[in-house]
């Protein structure tokens, strides 16, 4: 083999270290945006999970105030049914006291 077969073949190795270290360098910067890429997913991640909680939490607590607010309604409710009863007690009693007086003079 002559100097100049010799020297093209360390040029071919030459290049093709060279190429691979090309190669390599781009492989650590897409692995270095990939790394990036996933901390900034698990961070939103993170805020995602924060704020479905802090939703989940609002929901029950609505949930406790609606039914607590229906549990008023329905006592209030109950409440007016019995005064409308008694009410329509007074009423009645009223009628006949109207009633009576009438038969009573006419």
Do not use: P
């Amino acid at each position: 083999m002559t100097d100049e077969e010799i020297n093209r073949k360390f040029d071919t190795v030459a290049n093709h270290l060279a190429a691979l270290a090309v190669g390599q360098q781009h492989l650590q910067e897409a692995q270095q945006h990939l790394q990036e890429a996933q901390a900034a997913a698990e961070s939103r991640t993170g805020r995602l999970e924060r704020i479905v909680a802090l939703a989940l939490r609002a929901g029950a607590r609505e949930r406790r105030e609606l039914r607590r607010s229906i549990g008023q309604l329905t006592e209030a409710v109950t409440r007016l049914a019995e005064s409308q009863a008694h009410t329509d007690q007074r009423l009645d009693a009223l009628i006949d006291i109207v009633r009576e007086g009438r038969n009573g003079k006419g």
